[in-house]
């Protein structure tokens, strides 16, 4: 089995990639393969709902950034993980970019299958953020992986979040409720769902 992590962060070495780091720590212990996905500072389109992923193979059309490879990715992906660090009680704008085409064109390599936010953030706005994050397992037919506490570690840098011993116990807690999801999800058949109905009330 693997899980699939992306930092949202544009500092690669940062407050969330320390979080995430907990949890691989704990994954791999239990034979639990894992990547780390950096999103990094390069630019990252807007989804412009053109529909063309409906047309292209469940491919974002923009195909000079990372959303494509995400996707693809997470074809053989049991499980994902996706961090960011709080800006404005807020996920950062280029994970959500990322978040709003990978679910768009490639929603169906996800669904079933476990999803986790993780935020950092200095004082606060984090439980807003995990709140935006959590909407698109929700919308997506995802387990959300919960833990002993929000999804969270604080800090300005990733020595500050060392010293965050309850949010560093928090992430490993993350890490073994994904386990225990994805051994119970490869025991038991995905259930079958009714087609989707679309109903709008906007006369």
């Not at 990978?102 to 299958?113: I, P, Q, T």
């Not at 840098?157 to 928090?170: C, I, M, N, P, R």
Request: glycine share 6%.
């Amino acid at each position: 089995m693997k899980v699939l992590l992306v930092n949202g962060s544009s500092n690669k070495n940062g407050c969330t990639f320390r979080a995430l780091t907990e949890i691989v720590t704990v994954l791999n212990k239990e034979n639990i393969d894992t990547e780390i996905i950096q999103l990094g500072a390069d630019p990252i389109k807007d989804c412009i709902g053109c529909h063309g992923c409906a047309k292209n193979d469940n491919k974002c059309v923009f195909n000079n950034d990372i959303v494509n490879e995400i996707i693809e990715k997470a074809k053989t992906c049991d499980g994902f993980i996706f961090g960011s660090p709080v800006y404005y009680a807020h996920p950062s704008g280029r994970l959500l970019s990322v978040l709003d085409r990978v679910f768009y064109a490639g929603g169906k390599f996800l669904a079933y299958k476990p999803g986790a936010a993780v935020v950092s953030a200095r004082r606060a706005g984090t439980t807003a953020a995990i709140d935006v994050i959590n909407k698109y397992f929700t919308i997506n037919k995802m387990p959300v992986v919960s833990s002993m506490y929000w999804n969270m570690v604080h800090g300005s840098k990733a020595e500050d979040v060392e010293k965050d011993l309850e949010g560093l116990q928090t992430m490993r807690t993350i890490a073994q409720n994904m386990i225990w999801l994805l051994k119970a999800i490869k025991q038991n058949p995905v259930p079958e769902c009714e087609a989707k109905i679309k109903t709008s009330f906007i006369k």
